[in-house]
């Protein structure tokens, strides 16, 4: 981000840049860094909260102001703490059969299916609420992205199947298309959840999530470093890798 | 969050060591006026429409995003270090194009551009360079003099 700045403001273009990590701001210095004290994933703080993303965005704004540079300022307010879902009512979790222990390179595959059969009039229900989808990076319905990965696993495989995708890009993206598909659909039920509870429940309570923390453990050990790279820093939220 | 001590060991050393490109001269345009200014979004999401080919995982080009397309934008760029829980609920917590045009109907900006724009994040940023002169280009061409920049 910062270097886009820079290049960008080099060609006549006046940028401000939100910044999440506050280091790299103050090695590259572009021209004008707001750096926000967000989670990554989150440069504007809150979803759902257009008064707070608009005092970030003014923030941002007001650099312009500023009569010579660089500009590197802190933005003064935390993120507040959010339920995805505004409903009344508790959150309930959707309560699965424990799942296979993650040292396990069997047993996931009917389990997988099982939840996401209970999962898809949820994920339906969210398309038709929220009028979008983060699902289908990997180009293949649910249960075969799902198979590939558990197929991976169980070392039935080492091909990409879709043509002309390769094989670190089918196992990001299908990877990416089932934790969207379990996130998106569980937060269409009523009842409160904030991001820390879909997580836990995702990775600690679904086959789905045990089978992709055993599943990065194997493409560690994978011979090619592109596959390393999926298991080190795609597959699994760092906070669950611990194990 | 976000200062390294905060992150997490896995993904600390990657953001330790990565490499930041070494940017000896230090450009500055300055700015116009806030209600003169024609804004444009830059993410570094890697977000794309639905229909557009992905990134590659080391990719330095862009995807081109139509303002009337925000809610069919998805995110290519998935990472072990974020989640995209805020994202599923409310592109605007990555890509604030909404929050942008309230600020034009207010006048607090003078306009919003038609074309905003998407490289992949978490790639080496010297590699970016020759796509984002050019882009600086056909922004120009659409009288965008504004930009901010999103990370994720």
Not at chain 1, 39 to 55: C, E, I, K, S, T
Not at chain 1, 107 to 122: K, M, N, T, V
Not at chain 1, 128 to 144: C, N, Q, W, Y
Not at chain 2, 129 to 151: D, F, H, S, W
Request: hydrophobic content about 45%; some cysteine.
């Amino acid at each position: 981000m910062s270097a886009l700045g820079h290049y960008l403001e080099d060609e006549g273009l006046s940028t401000v840049s939100i910044s999440l990590l506050r280091e790299h701001a103050e090695t590259m210095h572009p021209p004008r860094t707001l750096w926000v004290p967000f989670p990554f994933g989150r440069p504007l703080g809150a979803a759902n909260d257009p008064a707070f993303q608009m005092r970030v965005l003014r923030a941002a704004l007001d650099l312009f102001h500023r009569p010579s540079g660089p500009v590197l300022e802190d933005f003064p307010e935390d993120a507040p703490a959010q339920a995805v879902d505004d409903m009344d009512g508790q959150f309930c979790p959707v309560s699965f059969p424990k799942p296979p222990a993650p040292e396990d390179r069997t047993g996931f595959r009917e389990a997988i299916l099982s939840e996401i059969d209970q999962l898809a009039p949820w994920y339906d229900v969210s398309c038709e609420r929220r009028g979008r989808t983060m699902v289908g990076l990997g180009g293949l319905a649910i249960p075969d992205a799902a198979r590939f990965l558990d197929a991976w696993l169980a070392d039935e495989t080492r091909e990409s199947p879709v043509t002309d995708m390769s094989k670190v890009d089918a196992l990001r993206w299908c990877g990416a298309d089932l934790k969207a598909f379990y996130f998106e659909a569980v937060t269409a039920r009523p009842g409160r959840m904030d991001a820390k509870q879909i997580s836990d429940w995702f990775w600690l309570g679904t086959s789905a999530g045990a089978m992709l923390r055993a599943l990065r453990k194997v493409l560690l050990a994978d011979a090619e470093s592109g596959i390393r790279d999926v298991g080190n820093f795609m597959l699994v939220a760092e906070e669950y890798c611990h194990d | 969050m976000v200062r390294l001590v905060d992150v997490d060991p896995l993904l600390h050393d990657f953001l330790r060591d990565y490499d930041c490109p070494k940017l000896e001269s230090q450009p500055w345009t300055p700015p116009p006026a806030l209600k003169d200014m024609r804004v444009a979004i830059i993410s570094t999401a890697g977000l794309k429409l639905k229909t557009d080919r992905p990134f590659a995982s080391d990719s330095c080009d862009y995807r081109v995003i139509p303002a009337d397309k925000a809610n069919d934008v998805v995110q290519d760029h998935v990472s072990a270090g974020h989640d995209r829980i805020g994202f599923m609920d409310d592109v605007n917590i990555v890509f604030p194009l909404q929050r942008l045009k309230e600020l034009a109907e207010a006048g607090e900006i003078g306009s919003v551009a038609d074309f905003h724009y998407s490289f992949m994040g978490a790639v080496d940023a010297r590699k970016m360079e020759p796509a984002a002169r050019q882009l600086a280009g056909i922004m120009k061409e659409e009288a965008v003099n504004a930009v901010i920049l999103t990370p994720v």
